[in-house]
């Protein structure tokens, strides 16, 4: 059931497209800040919240707020549940971001918008975009570091597979049910200086605590983060969801 989080947060606030205040939650209550810059690799950028993104609600807000010339309106993404149609805004720099449609509501209604992180020549994690969350997530963060914003550890699934590395469930902490997922992956040159016996039992479909030992001393990094619209099954879409299953089971 756990994994059905990260599937729907996947293909999946009404405000205007206007810059809004940050909040960054605490133990005991929210302390509203400013940040104006990240740094990156290269240089110091100026901070871009990926929410305001999820904000502009349709196509009409996203060409108005970034312009129409900085939009692929129809584009695709090969994943591993299959291929879905996105918007890509920014593409092919290190701006860009991929806007999914909600189902039945293209160009209506963004459901999820994703950042990736992009690899320099030598495979490794660039740490140059200039997309962050509200919630302080970002591109080249260390797992050491969400578990402190989430203030406890949390589950994710084992990395090096399509699926992998992504957060099945916040277990309670603070990141819970703000409608925003992370990836991690491994970018050392060793696996971490782990024996192949430890790394074994942290990757391919399995899902564990992030105060296992093993992925603590591995500590991987964030290489994608995504905010999303609370995805909501109507009838119509349980039906054909019931269907689809269905069609999948075996038959007796």
């Known amino acids: ?22 909040t960054i939650e605490t133990k005991d209550t929210l302390i509203e800040v400013k940040i104006d810059t990240i740094a990156t690799d290269s240089s110091t950028s100026k901070v871009m919240y990926l929410e305001d993104v999820l904000e502009c609600i349709d196509l009409q807000g996203l060409e108005k707020k970034y312009g129409a010339k900085n939009i692929v309106k129809k584009d695709s993404i090969e994943t591993g549940e299959g291929t879905f149609e996105t918007t890509k805004l920014f593409g092919n720099t290190d701006k860009e971001v991929d806007i999914y449609w909600q189902d039945g509501h ?8 994703v950042v990736k992180g992009k690899l320099d020549e030598n495979a490794k994690l660039k740490n140059n975009s200039p997309w962050v969350s509200k919630l302080g997530l970002r591109i080249g963060m260390k797992m050491s570091e969400v578990i402190a914003l989430n203030g406890k550890t949390f589950t994710i699934t084992g990395i090096g597979w399509d699926l992998g590395g992504n957060v099945v469930s916040w277990e309670g902490g603070k990141l819970a049910n703000k409608n925003a997922n992370i990836r991690f992956n491994d970018y050392s040159d060793n696996m971490g200086g782990l024996k192949e016996t430890e790394y074994n039992t942290i990757i391919g479909d399995r899902e564990f605590d992030t105060k296992h030992p093993v992925i603590q001393k591995l500590n991987p990094t964030v290489d994608e983060f995504s905010v999303y619209k609370t995805f909501e099954i109507t009838p119509e879409m349980g039906q054909k969801m019931t269907k689809e299953v269905e069609k999948k089971q075996i038959k007796r």
């Open 1 to 22: 059931m756990k994994k059905i989080i990260y599937y729907f947060s996947f293909l999946v606030l009404t405000t205007s497209c206007s810059q809004t205040k940050t």
């Open 106 to 113: 293209k160009f209506k209604q963004i459901q999820d918008v």
